[in-house]
């Protein structure tokens, strides 16, 4: 099977998982929005993203350190015991030590929802391990029935919890809780995860490698959070809690394009790592970033277009404000994506120092912009701000990354997108059904004609499958 054949194979097995808990969140919109008012949903929005955040960075990232290092076994899988064991011997008592400091600070200061939060974060950091390390097994199969069923139990107990035993913002945290916990179980159970723990492996050498190889993903970490989670507070303490419900209901919709990214890019990393010393390195990296360009664009573009035919089915009223803000938010999510094909450059060479540096330039330059702009532009100033703040990121590591990896891209590529996306904004914005058909239909030419070679491999691959 050729890199890119696998690459889409691999794709393909991981969306159906990461479909089911990224996109969640949005079909579970309508529930929010009306069981919780713009205050409640923009407080638990800033919880969860403060969560989810910094558990990892907390916990030294070191869930990224067990995928990257259980890559190396798959060809020797004896390593596989000694390489869990000792991340593990790193990772339960900085979780513990995470746990301990939360429960006293939130005694210290009479925060009333301290158990849920610590719940939720345990839930995540053991799924966020238990999840990667099946990657790392190689198992993307089980990788995706665990996202699954943590998707199916999110939905199951959000709609307990909040709508049934009107738990409001403990009750979303529980649910989260819930899913988590019951997706990391299956992985060890199923798996046999546990029969991968010796702790008589003990190798302080490997320990050093490995944290050698996480820690400084942490400052990444905390650039990201910075990115993504400064939004939310310098927007509720410059405006409102309200103001921040809002903007975290636009965040939503362009989340999904992230999510779809999301799914692309952890079959990229695997590929990345895998063939980072193949003899035609720089010619498959250039084909697989100028196709991710090609299909990404569209895809904002087809996202863009297609709120305004969708935006009113998932959102109550009191939300409305925040359709205004969602193209900007989206075009920030493909400079995203764009900085997310060069980490995995920087992944598969372990050069996670340069991932450090460039994400916490970025980050400054995010909080800047935002604090300075919000008093003049308001919420346009938040998402404005993330979106430079990721077109900086991009550019900065398209030069850094050429010490490496020469990707060569299609230049005509970025002018017709730029073109098109101006177009597609400027009906979005004029906000009347005919322009609306018009900015769909452009969309969905730009979709066939960029990636009709695309198009045309994938179904070459489906009918050879069927006629075997």
């Known amino acids: 099977m050729s890199k890119q054949s696998d690459l889409i194979k691999n794709t393909a097995i991981l969306a159906v998982g990461k479909v089911a808990t990224q996109f969640i969140g949005f079909l579970l919109l309508p529930l929010y929005t009306l069981f919780l008012t713009p205050t409640e949903y923009g407080f638990v929005d800033l919880l969860t993203t403060y969560i989810t955040l ?9 869930e990224m350190a067990s995928f990257r290092f259980l890559i190396e076994t798959r060809k020797d899988e004896s390593l596989r015991p000694k390489i869990v064991s000792n991340i593990l011997y790193l990772f339960m008592p900085l979780l513990a030590a995470t746990i301990l400091i939360v429960a006293t600070l939130g005694v210290m200061f009479g925060f009333s929802y301290t158990m849920p939060v610590i719940l939720a974060g345990f839930a995540i950091a053991n799924a966020n391990i238990c999840l990667q390390i099946a990657r790392g097994l190689g198992s993307n199969k089980q990788f995706a029935i665990a996202s699954i069923i943590i998707g199916a139990t999110t939905a199951i107990t959000a709609i307990w919890f909040i709508a049934v035993a009107d738990l409001k913002i403990n009750g979303m945290l529980y649910s989260i809780a819930t899913a988590n916990i019951t997706g990391a179980l299956y992985l060890i159970v199923k798996m046999r995860l546990y029969c991968y723990v010796k702790f008589g492996l003990r190798d302080k050498m490997l320990q050093r490698e490995i944290l050698g190889y996480s820690t400084p993903l942490v400052p990444n970490g905390v650039a990201w959070w910075v990115i993504s989670a400064s939004d939310r507070t310098i927007i509720t303490l410059m405006i409102s809690v309200a103001a921040n419900g809002i903007y975290a209901v636009s965040s939503k919709y362009a989340a999904i394009f992230s999510s779809l990214f999301g799914i692309f890019s952890m079959s990229w990393t695997e590929s990345a790592s895998l063939h980072i010393d193949s003899k035609d390195r720089d010619q498959f990296f250039s084909s697989v970033s100028n196709s991710a360009i090609r299909l990404f664009g569209a895809l904002g573009l087809g996202l863009i277009a297609a709120i305004p035919f969708i935006f009113s089915w998932f959102v109550n009223d009191s939300f409305a404000e925040s359709y205004i803000y969602i193209p900007i938010l989206v075009i920030g999510a493909f400079f995203n994506a764009v900085v997310g094909l060069y980490s995995a450059v920087y992944v598969a060479k372990r050069l996670t120092k340069q991932v450090m540096h460039t994400s916490l330039i970025a980050a400054g330059l995010n909080i800047v912009l935002t604090i300075g702009l919000i008093p003049f532009f308001g919420l346009y100033a938040a998402a404005g701000a993330t979106a430079a703040a990721f077109l900086a990121m991009a550019i900065f590591r398209h030069y850094d990354v050429k010490k490496y990896v020469v990707i060569t891209y299609e230049k005509y590529v970025f002018i017709i997108l730029a073109a098109l996306y101006a ?8 906000d009347n059904l005919g322009a609306s058909i018009s900015a769909l239909l452009i969309a969905l030419g730009a979709t066939y004609f960029l990636n009709r ?9 489906i009918l050879g499958r069927i006629k075997k």
């Not at 990892?56 to 070191?62: E, G, I, N």
């Not at 177009?423 to 004029?430: F, G, Q, T």
């Open 453 to 461: 070679r695309e198009f045309g491999r994938i179904s070459s691959m």
């Open 423 to 430: 177009i597609v904004m400027a009906l979005y914005y004029m």
């Open 54 to 62: 910094l558990i990892p960075a907390l916990t030294l990232q070191l």
